[in-house]
């Protein structure tokens, strides 16, 4: 079974630019979750997924950040404009469809290391 | 509101000695705890999970964690550590509202293990 796959796994633009990351979950996977790492710091929530429709958005930085998930399937997170602060890495995971109590895991991808100069 | 505070940035033990990774929690709900493990160039790879059931949680490669309510802690040990091992440790804890979930990592700790 293929696991969680990003696209690209690194991508360097300069400021202003418009980069847009893809994350394929492992199939079946309803959840589908973007996490940020910013250099020095801890990873940090961006927003969840179910199938198609945003669940939590809460960690979005703010709107320049887009976030889609046409069909329920792959999803593409979009930087427009780019700012140095945007620079980091990062991840996708997905999981199952889970109900009530917590405990069911959450796979990662790669991540995709973004770097705006 | 969650978190967790992982004590150490850095660790450096020798091949054969124990290892510990420390992890403290705080969570208003009953919580859900994880140790994650990332190898440069690879992504986040679960070793070990705590879900309410037993409180001592056995993971992969020799490693597991032991769920302390009273001191809130959920630290990582393996008791011989191996070259392998030598990588990025996250504590995580989740939380769950309705069916809206997120995980909130620690900061990372840093395993060298030197000959």
């Known amino acids: 079974e293929a696991g969680v796959t990003q696209f690209p796994s690194h991508s360097v633009i300069e400021k202003g630019q418009t980069v847009t990351l893809r994350c394929d979950p492992i199939?079946?996977?309803?959840?589908l979750y973007w996490y940020r790492r910013v250099m020095g710091k801890e990873i940090k929530f961006l927003l969840h997924f179910v199938k198609e429709s945003k669940q939590d958005e809460s960690g979005m930085p703010n709107n320049r950040f887009l976030a889609e998930r046409t069909g329920g399937t792959y999803s593409t997170l979009k930087v427009q404009p780019a700012e140095l602060e945007d620079s980091g890495v990062y991840f996708c995971a997905s999981s199952t469809v889970h109900q009530g109590q917590g405990g069911y895991e959450q796979y990662f991808g790669p991540g995709t290391r973004l770097t705006v100069t | 509101a969650q978190s967790v505070t992982q004590l150490d940035s850095h660790v450096s033990v020798s091949e054969g000695t124990p290892v510990l990774l420390r992890c403290n929690y705080s969570s208003s709900y009953s919580p859900s705890l994880f140790w994650y493990v990332q190898h440069p160039n690879k992504g986040l790879q679960l070793l070990l999970k705590?879900?309410?059931?037993?409180?001592l949680v056995k993971g992969i490669n020799g490693f597991e964690a032991e769920f302390k309510k009273s001191e809130t802690s959920f630290h990582l040990t393996k008791p011989s550590a191996h070259m392998s091992d030598a990588a990025e440790y996250f504590c995580v804890v989740s939380a769950i509202t309705g069916t809206a979930s997120k995980l909130t990592f620690g900061t990372g700790t840093r395993l060298q293990v030197t000959l």
């Open positions: 199939s079946g996977h309803d959840n």
């Open positions: 705590y879900t309410s059931a037993a409180t």
